[in-house]
């Protein structure tokens, strides 16, 4: 049974590698047998994880830029699945957004994952491959004070079931849609935001969970990891929400 979810033999590229889930899922990959790709803007702390890694390789992008993704890619001649996982997030009402933070979450986490997308089609279809877009509870339910991460988020919902549709025999899209999840993403909200009562909006976190607690990014890599395996052959446009119940509530 193990066998199902092995990834010997295949290269996975995921984004925002250098932390959170996205490390966590470089992690798991790795010892799933998988060669692993660790892309992020972060060049030296991608350097970190990929020397954590058997058979990995660090690359430093800015996934805003086509041209960055462009190079990236040149230099990749096989791939067999995709984690977008780099995002960036945004506390506030419409009435409290401005225009340019508005664009900029959707350069990172709409613009990015198209880009990096786009450009990974190609070899992906020649394996039939998958892409897996990290989503967000946030892009299935109203968040309250989170107008534009809802709306990024939201378009990675559609975004992922419009590939499925469109490829539905040369690649495997599938979105894991994570509640709220102990990791540095987190931990920059608290510090940006809150930094003077930490632990009181912690435990808030921690309550909005019907669970009681924060999700951990090893749990979310470890749905990364069935959905990209063979396992999960047939699952396809599927959104999987990993929320501790909050979906359900």
Not at 51 to 70: G, H, N, W
Not at 173 to 180: D, E, F, Q
């Amino acid at each position: 049974m193990a066998d199902f979810f092995r990834l010997d033999g295949k290269i996975a590229l995921i984004t925002g590698a250098a932390s959170g889930i996205g490390e966590a899922t470089a992690h798991t990959f790795s010892e799933a047998g998988a060669e692993v790709l660790v892309v992020d803007i972060d060049g030296p702390k991608a350097e970190a994880v990929a020397r954590s890694l058997p058979m990995s390789q660090a690359f430093r992008c800015d996934i805003t830029s086509e041209k960055e993704v462009e190079s990236l890619f040149a230099g990749i001649p096989r791939l067999d699945m995709v984690v977008n996982c780099a995002g960036i997030g945004l506390v506030g009402s419409i009435e409290e957004t401005g225009l340019a933070d508005f664009q900029r979450l959707f350069r990172v986490n709409v613009d990015g994952s198209f880009l990096v997308t786009r450009a990974a089609i190609p070899l992906l279809k020649k394996v039939r491959g998958s892409v897996l877009n990290i989503g967000s509870v946030a892009g299935l339910v109203g968040v309250k004070r989170r107008f534009a991460y809802c709306a990024t988020k939201g378009a990675i919902t559609a975004m992922t079931r419009q590939l499925a549709v469109e490829y539905p025999k040369e690649l495997r899209v599938n979105c894991i849609a994570p509640g709220t999840v102990d990791s540095p993403f987190v931990e920059g909200y608290l510090e940006k935001y809150h930094s003077h009562e930490k632990e009181r909006v912690r435990a808030e976190l921690n309550e909005r969970q019907p669970l009681g607690r924060l999700g951990q990014p090893e749990e979310i890599a470890k749905l990364a990891l069935y959905i990209c395996s063979p396992a999960a052959d047939f699952m396809n446009g599927s959104i999987v929400a990993i929320d501790g119940g909050w979906t359900a509530a």
